[in-house]
């Protein structure tokens, strides 16, 4: 069997036709339009292979620092106090709750001035009455989730970083397609134009 008849094949022939057609080479049949693709082309190549790097590193940085003060703010305006449980956990019914759910029960906590609060906590399943467990409570002594720990901010900047550098390919391969857009116009009407100025030589009317 013919290796270059396989999909590896089909692939590197498609693969150096598109590489000649879009090398700036002195083809007499390449327009000025082809070799203003092939620049722009590359440019926006260029763009990102030098943007993306500054693109990501501007990004996790503007989102490490934004989510560092939320992690200093909820630490400051978030206390946390034990709570105690007061009837025991069921144990956790996969048919009841949505997966990975834990059972809700009740619990006593109070705030640094004393002022007692009830509410329903997520426990593990079978968690018994009058064990303690931490949680988070803002100034009004209502139960808020934990502040932000030093992984979730981290996780917070990587991630940005990812978003910026696909949102700047995103942008760059929108603006290469409608530049090639445009470049096709052009070409179509140079071909209709140069097809009505030799045409009639060809296929003379009889």
Not at 66 to 93: D, F, I, K, M, Y
Not at 177 to 205: F, H, I, N, V, Y
Request: net charge positive.
């Amino acid at each position: 069997m013919n290796p270059r008849r396989g999909p590896e094949g089909l692939k590197t022939r498609w693969l150096g036709r598109l590489l000649r057609g879009m090398w700036p080479d002195r083809n007499p049949l390449r327009r000025g339009w082809d070799r203003a693709e092939t620049v722009i082309l590359g440019l926006l190549l260029t763009a990102f292979l030098a943007g993306a790097p500054f693109a990501a590193h501007a990004a996790a940085s503007w989102a490490y620092a934004s989510s560092a003060r939320e992690a200093q703010l909820q630490a400051a305006a978030l206390r946390e106090v034990p709570a105690t449980l007061l009837q025991t956990a069921p144990a956790w019914n996969g048919y009841a709750s949505a997966p990975g759910a834990a059972p809700e029960v009740t619990a006593r906590w109070r705030t640094p001035d004393g002022q007692a609060h009830t509410g329903k906590l997520y426990v593990p399943s079978g968690a018994a009455a009058g064990t303690t467990v931490p949680v988070y409570i803002d100034q009004a002594g209502q139960l808020v989730g934990a502040p932000l720990q030093h992984t979730q901010v981290v996780n917070r900047a990587e991630l940005t970083g990812a978003l910026a550098v696909a949102g700047l390919a995103l942008t760059l391969i929108v603006a290469g397609w409608l530049t090639r857009r445009a470049l096709d116009r052009r070409r179509m009407a140079a071909w209709d134009a140069d097809w009505l100025a030799t045409g009639p030589r060809w296929s003379p009317r009889r």
